[in-house]
């Protein structure tokens, strides 16, 4: 028995070596399975970067678009003082969304005149620092604040009117869905990853027994001619070079046996 690093090899018939130790297939297994395995957990992170960024672009998108109708439609209402259509379009814009927290239009004076809580009407409209800048949409501003405990993006809408400015029009927008949607986002893609990982895990297995399968058979094939016993020809069932060697193989042997008779 002869030892080599962390192979052993062992001479058999014929002075043919018989190796003992890590075979091609656990080779090629230790280093394909690893290298799927980075490229999953690479392109895992950036469709969830990306969907997540995609998801909230949309979101900030969506609720700017919301703020400017309300500012829109609210300019004549302000100019004609009409308290009843204020509280109508106010009521309706917070009823047609989940997840817009507040719906609040206040006056040049910065007097909340018509708000979806009824008690916040009449006074003055009360700020909050934001956490975060998240940019502008035209004229609308957006930005990250907590109002009442909640994490809201909140927007600011000029409100104007034939070319005078009658008003404000602010609009806050839950973080909750976000967060939902970005979870559900993140276990698919990660339930995806998964799957695709078993699958990488059963066709690198297959890919090298695909591999290793003609090479055992040389091996044996060897074997059998080094020892004089009698030879079966090994078969040659691809058409690559495998199989080329397979066939050369055979053609040796033939010869080798056509010699010693």
């Known amino acids: 028995m002869i030892v080599m690093g962390d192979e052993e090899k062992e001479t058999g ?133 907590v109002r009442d405990g909640r994490r809201l993006i909140e927007y600011t809408t000029p409100i104007s009117f034939a070319g005078r400015r009658v008003g404000i029009a602010s609009l806050g927008l839950s973080m909750e869905g976000l967060a939902t949607a970005q979870r559900s986002i993140r276990k698919l893609i990660f339930a995806a990853a998964a799957v695709i990982l078993v699958a990488a895990f059963f066709g690198t297995l297959l890919l090298s027994s695909f591999i290793t399968t003609p090479v055992k058979r040389l091996h044996q094939g060897v074997l059998s001619l080094a020892s004089s016993e009698t030879f079966q020809p090994v078969p040659a069932r691809s058409s690559d070079e495998l199989g080329a060697l397979t066939r050369n193989f055979n053609r040796m042997a033939e010869t080798i046996l056509a010699q010693k008779t």
């Open 13 to 145: 018939p014929g002075g043919v070596e018989r190796r003992v130790g890590a075979g091609i297939r656990l080779k090629l297994f230790g280093f394909l399975l690893p290298l799927v395995f980075l490229l999953i957990v690479s392109v895992t992170w950036v469709v969830t970067e990306v969907t997540q960024s995609t998801l909230r672009r949309d979101l900030l998108q969506r609720g700017a678009a919301v703020s400017r109708v309300v500012a829109l439609y609210a300019g004549h209402s302000l100019l004609s003082d009409d308290p009843l259509g204020l509280d109508r379009l106010v009521s309706e814009t917070r009823a047609s969304d989940p997840d817009i927290a507040f719906v609040a239009i206040r006056d040049a004076s910065d007097i909340v005149a018509a708000h979806d809580r009824v008690t916040e009407r009449g006074k003055p409209f009360r700020p909050v620092p934001p956490l975060l800048p998240l940019g502008t949409f035209g004229d609308t501003r957006a930005d990250e604040v």
